[in-house]
């Protein structure tokens, strides 16, 4: 996943573990990160660069190995593609609210997720792409398919630090929207040989 907000992100994320040593830093990076993924997510760091620095990109890549993230019944597979966003609540779910809406700066959220399909599986139902425009906000999510790989692609940005409470219901509704097309679900189907067939 790439977060991009004019440089803001990887200095605030400093400032927070500024005065903890290298083992704090790291501890605190990986609890942030497994709080995408569901209960049982387990971590292992590969590589940190710009943790301690004042580069303007801050860059961790981990093995994350998700256990029971699929389900399905009989021959049917069903996968979450948007797996960063396992955990996330729609922060506009109440109806109504009384005060202005604030976002620490505009910001931009990339995620990418390429799924090689084991042997034997294929995808007889891909997510449907889908586009929203809310103004300042943006949601974009696309799922391709090339031979036994499926890459993901999200997208969703806000240009926008102050929203009115009046364009709180367009605001809420864009949220709610988001959410549902994060639950689409690609759907697998385990090929089966005919009776007889050589192993």
Known sequence: TKWTSVAQEPPIRRLRTDNEDETARKKALEDEIK???PDGATLTLKSLTGDATAEPNLTATYDVVLPNIVS?????????????????????????????????????????VKLTLPEGM???????????????????????????????????????MFIPVDNYPQLRNFFN????ADAQQLVLNASTKPSGASQ
Do not use: C
């Open 122 to 160: 294929s995808a007889v139902t891909i997510p449907q792409t889908e586009e929203l425009k809310g103004g300042v906000l943006g949601y974009t999510a696309k799922t391709m398919r090339k031979g036994n790989e499926v890459t993901y692609t999200r997208d969703a940005n806000v240009n926008v």
């Open 177 to 180: 929207a988001m959410a549902t």
């Open 72 to 112: 399905g019944a009989g021959s049917r597979v069903l996968v979450p593609l948007s797996v960063f966003r396992t955990n996330d609540k729609n922060p506009f779910a109440p109806t109504t609210r009384k005060h202005v809406i604030y976002f620490s700066y505009p910001h931009t959220e990339q995620d990418v």
């Open 35 to 37: 709080a995408w993924f």
